[in-house]
């Protein structure tokens, strides 16, 4: 259809949310009507279903099969115009095998055969958020609002064992894991919990992740006590999570995921980070507080066991983390 935009999604949820607000620029700069719609692996595609900007999302499965599918079926939709998020080799392959005539993306690696409207970042964005990144890959004002992210989901039904529970002002989640890692976990969240618990013995603590992350948020649980903390691990889909992460009024995390799905669903967070920069990765919305010490010059990218990124995250306290926490709840 000639009044339809194709968005390749990136992979990880926390990219995907930085994104949002490129693809709310682009809704915004698209003549009424423009469908836009979303190719997506299926960990985030449910994601862009709460996208306010998002006409259809269209799941990506893995695979070189599904690669050559998904090419055959895009070039059917006669697609003119592809924005390629990822910098992956795929995402630039499947609108090339489509032959969708205008094709963005980052110009790296074998991708210049396929990308013919190319993008370079410069040095200068060497110290602009990622989200700017994706805002110049759809020709966006790169000092639009990055607040203004269009992410706007609709309460999900929660579970019944806990759904009465997420409701009252004194409820906190706690999102203990992180893609990276240990060098992107902090592990001290029981400690940080209980001294909050001294100030405060009404606060309730929920901690989620995903089902692989099910045993670490048990332990943090049962560290904080049966009768404080309740573990939500892989009991919730992505949109329980999201009205799990509304409901509460605060919401302690590392620089993850769930830390920028909080964010964007405008709850406040505390989040802690190690070496990874909040200067590129940093929660885009305006109630958010970063704590990492001082003096950290951070990376976009570390190993998954930097023992350096290991060291600096349990160099933040406990005592610092809970000191932040009751006064953002004070607020």
Known sequence: ??????????????????????????????????RIVILAKRAVAGLWRMHTSVSEVVELAG????????????????FKQVYIFPNSFRSALIPFLA?????????????????????RFDKGFDNKHQ??????????????????????????ELPEE???????????AIIPGAARGDSKRWPFYAEAAKLMLTKNPELKFFICGSPNEAPLCEQVANDIGADSATSLAGKTNLAQFATVLRKVKLVLCN???????????????VAMYGL????????????????????????????????????????????????????????
């Open 162 to 172: 806990f759904a009465s529970k997420v409701s009252s002002s004194t409820c906190v």
């Open 99 to 119: 032959r969708i005539p205008r094709r963005r993306g980052t110009v790296i690696h074998a991708r210049a055969l396929m990308v013919n409207d190319g993008v």
């Open 1 to 34: 259809m000639e009044n339809e935009v194709l968005v390749i999604s990136p992979n990880w949820l926390g990219d995907a949310v930085m994104a949002m607000p490129a693809v709310k620029q682009l809704e915004l700069a698209s003549p009424a009507g423009t």
């Open 63 to 78: 695979g070189n099969k599904a690669t050559f599918a998904m090419a055959r079926t895009l070039r059917k939709r006669g």
């Open 255 to 269: 620089d993850s995921g769930g830390m920028h799905l909080a964010s964007a669903s405008g709850t406040p967070v």
């Open 131 to 156: 989200a700017i990144e994706y805002l110049k890959l759809v020709n966006a004002p790169l000092d639009s609002d990055l607040s203004n992210t269009g992410f706007a989901p609709e309460a999900a």
């Open 276 to 331: 990874t920069s909040p200067v590129k990765t940093g929660p885009l919305g305006s109630n958010a507080i970063v704590i990492q010490p001082k003096g950290v010059k951070g990376a976009r990218a570390i190993s998954r066991d930097s023992a350096e990124a290991i060291a600096v995250l349990r160099s933040i306290s406990a005592e610092q983390v809970a000191e932040a926490a009751l006064n953002a709840l004070a607020n």
